[in-house]
């Protein structure tokens, strides 16, 4: 879709989650992770312009029915950086949906970020430090967004970004939403955190920074499975479909997408084809 050059124009990106611990609870309730980020090329559209107003448009291609504006991150976003750099103007934002809402991919934070670039390039505003600040508090996985890297190792509670690159041949991602939703909320008040951090992390992270070779594949794990499997089992059977078709699998983030790797395409396009007649929101994607 094209809109006339007023409007500054963004990919918004989707993530998927290749590692991610839980390390503790924190005083403030949130939780201290350790993951590794993955962008990917599914990804939403959004389209800026001044206004007099905040007004946010959502075309709609997935499941993001009835989104109440003023809740969405994008919105939130304009009045937080109107606030804080003294803005007078508006904007309208037209916003097309093609990640899927609650699938664990990260759309609403990756549109925040996008749009966040958005204002700051219109509005001409380069206070990296302050638009860092308010990217960190609108979300945990806003900032890896707002980085706009490929790869990123995550830590704190998702305030902490340390972009990477990583060496190495890259897998093929299928990604399968299952349109289930899981409450992230009641996942992480559902965590029991009676058991000893995996160490796979550091050696994810001695490798990348050593400049040697990583398989993803060797090294998926995510803390929340077991307890969004337990909420529901359907996404246990989704994962257990792509295993049986051949695929490195994991869940991303708290749920309810599953994505499977490989290096052999073939396998990914065959799980795709398998899968497709089963599940709607199905996608081919790569890491962006």
Do not use: Q
């Not at 991150?73 to 937080?80: C, E, H, N, S």
């Not at 206070?127 to 508090?137: G, H, N, P, V």
């Not at 070779?213 to 998926?220: M, V």
Request: hydrophobic content about 40%.
């Amino acid at each position: 879709m094209s809109l006339n050059t007023d409007f500054k124009y963004y990919k918004s990106f989707a993530k998927i989650n290749i590692f991610l611990e839980i390390v503790r609870k924190r005083k403030d309730g949130y939780h201290d992770i350790e993951s590794l980020f993955g962008r990917i090329s599914l990804y939403d559209e959004i389209f800026v312009k001044k206004d007099l107003d905040i007004n946010v448009e959502v075309i709609n291609n997935v499941n993001a029915d009835n989104i109440d504006v003023k809740s969405n991150l994008v919105y939130k976003a304009f009045v937080k950086f109107k606030k804080v750099f003294n803005i007078n103007d508006g904007v309208y934002v037209k916003l097309i949906k093609n990640v899927p809402v609650g699938s664990g991919l990260g759309g609403g934070s990756s549109n925040c970020a996008y749009a966040l670039r958005a204002y700051s390039e219109i509005f001409g505003i380069n206070d990296e430090e302050k638009l860092e600040k308010i990217a960190t508090e609108l979300g945990s996985d806003v900032l890896f967004f707002w980085k706009n890297c490929s790869f990123a190792l995550v830590s704190g509670r998702g305030e902490i970004v340390e972009v990477v690159d990583i060496k190495g041949e890259l897998p093929w991602i299928l990604i399968v939403f299952p349109n289930l939703h899981i409450s992230t909320k009641d996942v992480y008040a559902s965590i029991s955190l009676d058991y000893t951090p995996v160490k796979n992390y550091w050696e994810i992270k001695e490798k990348i920074l050593s400049s040697k070779e990583i398989d993803f594949c060797k090294y998926l794990f995510n803390r929340l499975e077991s307890v969004s499997f337990k909420i529901n089992r359907k996404v246990e059977d989704l994962k257990n479909e792509m295993l049986s078709l051949g695929l490195y699998s994991l869940m991303s983030g708290s749920g309810s997408s599953v994505f499977g790797l490989s290096h052999d395409k073939s396998k990914i396009e065959n799980a795709f084809n398998v899968l497709k007649k089963k599940y709607h929101f199905i996608y081919l994607s790569k890491f962006v």
